[in-house]
């Protein structure tokens, strides 16, 4: 009888399953092509286990998010709680959805749910007596960073993880640089269908390490009937704005109701939103699936997760600056509610 409760100590003890509640995250796993930036993990890693608090920085196109949730993906066994907070997004609704989150674990109303206002007062002071939380308040542009001070000044036991376009206020940075030429190639070997020397270089070179435009250039090169390397090679030399060129060129390739539910996309929340939510507002039910997968091809939306029956996608706020959705946000086209993006 001894050695049976013995037994059943140890797997108390040593058994995460005994040990450790449930885990609550809405982490979204990073792209399957991120490649290097192995120093700015480290970093990450170091700023967070010495002063709970690390800033992630850099200009779009570089990766902030995706270094950002690769670090949490790595590490997230360590956390009990991991939230993603979108800063294009009113922040108390934000923090509601963790509260309820948290309730809904507990099974009882650790924090209130009925007045919005009183949501982060109730739900810092909740995680400021815990740790082994994560919090990732993502999505800041230039001059925004006041928004999250009260964050930045918090004291608490947790990690939080800021991932903004400024520096302003903000510490322990861990400043987002373009990929190193080797890393380049390696990212536009993966991508590239044929694997042509002479192309790899070209993107890796002509992009001069920034992600995204890579991402954009080979998917270009695969997807585009006609569009040859010399003839690509030369629009990228002659464009002022390589970004918007390649969001022109994979537009010139969509259906009309591909490019419409785009341009509705790029009006509402370009971050996380469902098929079922594209299904309402498209105009073009019938052609909704075809439409995803174009979108999606020419990386102009990537899915999420691998819900099969309601996927979540976003869109890269690069995508939604550089477009022709530009001029409708400016006018309010389509009746939808306009929301920073």
């Known amino acids: 009888m001894k050695n049976f409760l013995l037994i059943v100590m140890v797997l108390v003890i040593y058994n995460p399953a005994f040990t450790r509640a449930e885990q609550i995250s809405n982490l979204i796993m990073p792209v399957s092509y991120f490649v290097d930036h192995v120093k700015q993990l480290n970093l990450l890693k170091e700023n967070l286990t010495k002063y709970r608090q690390a800033s992630v920085i850099g200009v779009s196109g570089l990766g902030k998010t995706q270094v950002t949730r690769m670090y949490v993906h790595e590490n ?3 956390y009990e709680i991991i939230w993603f907070i979108d800063c294009n997004l009113d922040i108390n609704e934000e923090l509601l959805k963790l ?20 949501v982060k007062k ?4 909740y995680l400021s007596n815990k740790d082994h939380w994560l919090l990732v308040l993502d999505n800041l542009k230039i001059n925004e960073n006041q928004k999250i001070k009260e964050f930045i000044d918090w004291e608490h036991n947790g990690h939080v993880i800021f991932v903004s376009q ?5 510490t322990n940075i861990v400043k ?5 030429r ?4 390696i990212l536009a070997k993966n991508l590239l269908y044929n694997k042509d020397p002479q192309s790899v270089e070209f993107l890796a070179k002509a992009f001069d390490g920034y992600p995204i435009l890579i991402v954009q250039g080979a998917q270009l090169l695969n997807l585009v009937a006609g569009l040859n390397m010399e003839e690509y090679k030369k629009q990228v030399n002659q464009s002022e704005d390589k970004i918007k060129l390649n969001v022109t060129l994979a537009l010139n390739e969509l259906k009309p109701s591909a490019k419409q539910l785009l341009n509705k996309i790029a009006l509402i929340n370009n971050q996380a939103f469902s098929k079922q939510l594209l299904g309402i507002i498209t105009d073009s039910k019938d052609t909704l699936d075809s439409d995803i997968l174009e979108l999606s091809k020419f990386s102009l939306i990537s899915n999420t997760d691998d819900n099969k029956e309601n996927p979540i996608f976003e869109m890269y706020d690069i995508i939604a600056e550089k477009g022709p959705v530009l001029r409708m946000r400016a006018f309010g086209t389509l009746g939808l509610k306009i929301v920073s993006i």
Do not use: Q
Not at 122 to 125: D, H, I, K, Q, T
Not at 182 to 185: N, T
């Open 182 to 185: 080797s890393d380049a190639i």
């Open 99 to 118: 509260a309820k989150a948290i309730n809904a674990v507990a099974k009882t109303k650790l924090i209130s749910e009925e007045d919005i206002f009183l």
């Open 76 to 78: 997230k066994d360590h």
């Open 122 to 125: 109730e739900l810092l002071a």
């Open 176 to 180: 987002m640089s373009r990929l190193e």
């Open 166 to 170: 400024d520096r302003e206020l903000l």
